[in-house]
């Protein structure tokens, strides 16, 4: 299947947040409260000439999606990408073509399309600034086969919902790094 084809089996931003289970809360908290800065107007007329489509692969219970789609939202909004989503687990034959380090199915992953159907460029799971945040997070987790492993796992990730939530500095980050990815 070619990527025209995958965005047409996609669901629209509205369905997506919709459909959720988990995170829309956050995820419409970040998406009402970020916008984008009115001095990169110029980048966004530059990249609404290109006529952009994404697919975002992505579940609604991962944290980084719920903080990295709804800065992506105004991205797209401000440079007129229409976006569809995919879920990752539904969709592994996609997935597995946009590997993290060749292994991981980490998300979310969006795929950026020309108009001719090609792929132009792939953004996620995270900005680097976030994976700094999150390595040294996990460093701090006792060792796999501590019996408080599980425990003390639970409430580092409760930790990072949170922090991806309020910490405004990690939405700036993911943006420039959106940002950099399609200048």
């Known amino acids: 299947m070619n990527l025209d084809e995958w965005f047409q089996r996609g669901m629209t931003a509205q369905e997506y947040v919709d459909s959720m289970n988990h995170n829309q809360e956050n995820l419409i908290y970040i998406y009402e409260h970020f916008s984008v800065p009115r001095e990169d107007y110029p980048i966004f007329e530059a990249i609404q000439k290109r006529d952009l489509r994404a697919i975002i692969l992505t ?13 992506y939202l105004r991205f797209a909004e401000a440079s007129h990408i229409q976006t569809h ?12 073509q946009y590997l993290t380090n060749g292994t991981a199915r980490s998300i979310p992953k969006i795929i950026f399309i020309a108009p001719n159907g090609e792929e132009i460029g792939t953004w996620g799971p995270r900005a680097p600034e976030l994976q700094q945040f999150l390595d040294e997070s996990m460093d701090n987790l006792p060792d796999k086969e501590s019996p408080i492993f599980e ?7 409760t930790f990072i919902t949170k922090a991806y939530r309020d910490h405004r500095n990690f939405w700036d980050h993911v943006y420039e790094d959106m940002k950099k990815t399609l200048s």
């Open 59 to 71: 579940e609604d219970w991962c944290g980084d999606a719920m903080l990295n789609i709804p800065i």
């Open 85 to 96: 989503f995919l879920l990752r687990d539904e969709n592994p034959e996609l997935m597995d």
């Open 151 to 157: 425990e003390k796992r639970r409430e580092m990730l």
